[in-house]
């Protein structure tokens, strides 16, 4: 089973940037669909953005235009690129895979921090 391990978190000012790095280990992380999530203070987890083994991303509307997600299989790594950060993004991101022909999250990190504030 795969481990992941979020980074990159911070504190950064609204209109900001920051990039986030999920790795992976204990297997091959391209075997694996992979997702970011977001857990504000006081409020549910959500779903940012997914990307298939194959490449193909999904964006939910509040991050359109702003967030990529992006993987390096060589690297066994997902990354997250947040540009014009909004304070309303402030929230606990989580990286999670799910195995090829599964609809389950199942596999999580333990989240890293990330903070708009002026």
């Known amino acids: 089973q795969v481990q992941l391990v979020e980074s990159g978190g911070g504190l950064v000012q609204p209109g900001g940037s920051l990039r986030l790095s999920c790795a992976g280990s204990?297997?091959?992380?391209?075997?694996?669909?992979i997702a970011w999530f977001r857990q504000p203070p006081g409020k549910q987890r959500d779903l940012v953005a997914t990307?298939?083994?194959?490449?193909?991303?999904y964006y939910v509307d509040s991050v359109k235009g702003r967030f990529t997600i992006s993987r390096d299989n060589a690297k066994s790594t997902v990354y997250l690129q947040m540009l014009s950060l909004k304070p309303e993004d402030t929230a606990v991101y989580y990286c999670?895979?799910?195995?090829?022909?599964?609809?389950?999250?199942?596999?999580w990190g333990q989240g890293t921090q990330v903070t708009v504030s002026s």
């Open positions: 204990g297997a091959a992380l391209e075997n694996y669909a």
């Open positions: 990307i298939t083994s194959a490449g193909t991303t």
């Open positions: 999670a895979a799910r195995s090829l022909g599964t609809s389950t999250w199942r596999y």
